[in-house]
């Protein structure tokens, strides 16, 4: 009986002992389980950083804006080829747009470059050039330009600022300026001779011609 009594004493203190050492080990591996997250949070807290300092996406460039008008229609408007509808003169007459053998005018600035440059493209508009431009205002607030016409000079303005800027032809406008004149003279005073020497034709005038200054003189 003291045998018995004995061994079950010893199996209580084997169950006892494994029930402390199981009540132990919760708790510790309770604490392990906190220090490991923290642990395993640490890197991706470090990782998220170098997300965030990854450069940004550059933007997409803006598109070219479409113009609606025919090119062909503004080179027409632009050297008078086409009058415009309400009798304003031709932009040729003033500016210059790197087209042709002269070129254009130099009283307004060249527009080779116009619908190009951000600051004066806004400008190629019925509404400035009608009552904004103060050199063209005086002829434009009473003959103006229509907005089908400046869409059609902005198709031609954008197809002239793909190519260089050609040098101002002034000089070789002026030569023929001055020949064209010279030849203008010549062919007055031609027509106006003969006119006159027939008009004068035997009168007083005409006798005194031929005896002291003309035909008949000394």
Not at 46 to 63: L, S, Y
Not at 167 to 189: K, R, W, Y
Request: hydrophobic share 40%; with cysteine.
């Amino acid at each position: 009986m003291v045998s018995k009594g004995c061994n079950k004493i010893r199996k209580g203190l084997q169950y006892g002992l494994a029930a402390l050492l199981v009540s132990g080990l919760l708790p510790m591996a309770a604490m392990a389980a906190d220090q490991a997250a923290p642990a395993a949070a640490a890197p991706a807290a470090q990782v998220a950083p170098a997300t965030d300092m990854a450069p940004a996406a550059a933007p997409a460039p803006e598109a070219a804006p479409v113009e609606t008008g025919n090119a062909e229609i503004g080179r027409q408007i632009f050297t008078g080829a086409r009058p415009l509808q309400n009798g304003a003169p031709p932009c040729i007459s003033c500016h210059s747009i790197s087209y042709g053998e002269l070129n254009g005018g130099t009283l307004g600035p060249n527009l080779t470059k116009v619908y190009a440059d951000e600051s004066k493209n806004p400008l190629l508009s019925s509404a400035w050039i009608n009552g904004g431009a103060p050199t063209m205002l005086p002829i434009f607030s009473q003959r103006n330009i229509t907005d089908e016409e400046v869409s059609h000079l902005r198709a031609f303005f954008a197809q002239q600022s793909k190519g260089p800027v050609a040098p101002s032809a002034t000089g070789t406008f002026t030569i023929i300026g001055l020949g064209g004149f010279v030849g203008v003279l010549i062919v007055f005073n031609i027509i106006w001779s003969g006119r006159y020497r027939n008009r004068n034709k035997g009168t007083a005038h005409d006798a005194l011609w031929r005896n002291y200054g003309g035909k008949g003189g000394r």
